[in-house]
């Protein structure tokens, strides 16, 4: 069984850092791409960072310089460092696990941590 859970979301002041971790457990890590999204109350899920099954990153423009995604294959493990954190990154942060074979789509999301950004 698949199992994909998120942690270290909390309440941080303006400027501030807090480190998300992802584990996952089920699947062969080493095979799946990593996505962090965020959904802010009133809008639509957008992708924050995703890093390749070969270590790749990408971030949405917003975060960038700010946010930091990384993975630990041998605890499957992903992170993101968030620095100088906004208002604006309040929402709630979810992870995404995601493997393609064709014609196959593995996909599993965890249930979201929360992220509040606030003085």
């Known amino acids: 069984q698949v199992q994909v859970v998120e942690s270290g979301g909390g309440l941080v002041q303006p400027g501030g850092s807090l480190r998300l971790s992802c584990a996952a457990s089920?699947?062969?890590?080493?095979?799946?791409?990593m996505t962090w999204y965020r959904q802010a109350p009133g809008k639509q899920r957008e992708l924050v960072a995703v890093?390749?099954?070969?270590?790749?990153?990408n971030y949405v423009e917003s975060v960038k310089g700010r946010f930091t995604i990384s993975r630990d294959n041998a605890r499957n493990t992903v992170y993101l460092q968030m620095n100088s954190l906004k208002p604006e990154d309040t929402a709630v942060y979810y992870c995404?696990?995601?493997?393609?074979?064709?014609?196959?789509?593995?996909?599993?999301w965890g249930p979201g941590t929360q992220v509040t950004v606030s003085s």
């Open positions: 089920g699947i062969n890590f080493n095979n799946y791409v």
């Open positions: 890093i390749s099954s070969v270590g790749m990153p």
């Open positions: 995404n696990v995601k493997h393609m074979t064709y014609p196959t789509t593995y996909n599993y």
